[in-house]
Nanobody, 129 residues
Framework: QVQLVQSGGGSVQAGGSLVLSCAAS????????YAWFRQPPEKEREGVAV????????YYADSVKGRFTISQDNAKNTLYLQMNSLKPEDTAMYYC??????????????????????WGQGTQVTVSS
């Protein structure tokens, strides 16, 4: 099993920055990629970014490219999402997730939330205009 515990988030004005963290524990050696998802109010969950094992590959949703950066600290088993130039449309509940099948970490499949095996508890991000 893999446990994911999130921290960070909160409220910020448009143009501001926030950092989300996700601490992983348990059988982290099983994990082939970590991802961030978000779910705006009354909308479906959507992929934000993913990072492969060792940080070799990353993919981003078009809506956050150039503004968000996904990274990981392997020594601390912690995943991060640096969010800059935040917009009101970034308002959502943000979740980290872990996938143990490398086939689902590709550019084609990474944003499919149903395939992920483990999830963090979620953290709210609110961006005001």
């Amino acid at each position: 099993q893999v446990q994911l515990v999130q921290s960070g988030g909160g409220s910020v004005q448009a143009g501001g920055s926030l950092v989300l963290s996700c601490a992983a524990s348990g059988r982290t050696s099983w994990v082939d990629c970590y991802a961030w998802f978000r779910q705006p109010p009354e909308k479906e969950r959507e992929g934000v970014a993913v990072i492969g094992r060792g940080g070799v590959s990353t993919y981003y949703a078009d809506s956050v490219k150039g503004r968000f950066t996904i990274s990981q600290d392997n020594a601390k088993n912690t995943l991060y999402l640096q969010m800059n130039s935040l917009k009101p449309e970034d308002t959502a509940m943000y979740y980290c997730a872990a996938e143990t099948d490398r086939a689902y970490c590709s550019s084609t499949y990474w944003a499919r939330s149903a395939q992920y095996d483990y999830w963090g508890q979620g953290t709210q991000v609110t961006v005001s205009s």
